[in-house]
């Protein structure tokens, strides 16, 4: 997921922090899946920092053994009237946007038994939170 998110992360000057230890246990998930839904929250808040900033990944064990990936932005934030309707198929702020990616990122969750937390400040970032059961 990095690797693909790397170019765009490039293109507006964005510094990319990844903490995955090989200690995390795995989860049972269908890799691709996860994958797109990772790649979704990459690349939303890579558009989130549209003049730079730093979007940071974190993986590690959780109590009652779950597991819990952030995906952290230092971008523009999310409005708080905006907030309970991101996951809402078709809602988009963006121009181009389709209103899909948060929908579908929310159903991968789902579909997976996980959990899925959003803290969001305007001006300073927001992180998402997917946790997972452990395999």
Do not use: W
């Not at 691709?32 to 979007?55: E, R, V």
């Not at 809402?88 to 209103?99: H, I, N, P």
């Not at 803290?119 to 997917?130: C, I």
Request: contains cysteine; glycine residues 10%; charged residues 20%.
């Amino acid at each position: 997921v990095m690797s693909m998110t790397a170019p765009e992360a490039e293109r507006l000057g964005i510094t990319v922090k990844t903490e995955c230890p090989p200690s995390v246990p795995e989860i049972n998930a269908d890799p691709g899946m996860l994958q797109q839904a990772l790649l979704n929250l990459t690349i939303n808040g890579c558009h989130a920092m549209p003049d730079g900033g730093t979007l940071r990944v974190t993986c590690r064990s959780a109590p009652r053994r779950r597991v819990e990936i952030d995906i952290e932005d230092t971008g523009i934030g999310i409005p708080p009237e905006n907030l309970s309707r991101i996951f809402d198929l078709y809602f988009t702020t963006k121009e181009k946007g389709s209103g899909i990616g948060l929908s579908m990122v929310f159903r991968i969750v789902q579909l997976h038994d996980g959990e899925i937390e959003v803290q969001s400040t305007p001006g300073r970032g927001t992180r998402f939170r997917l946790i997972f059961p452990q395999a």
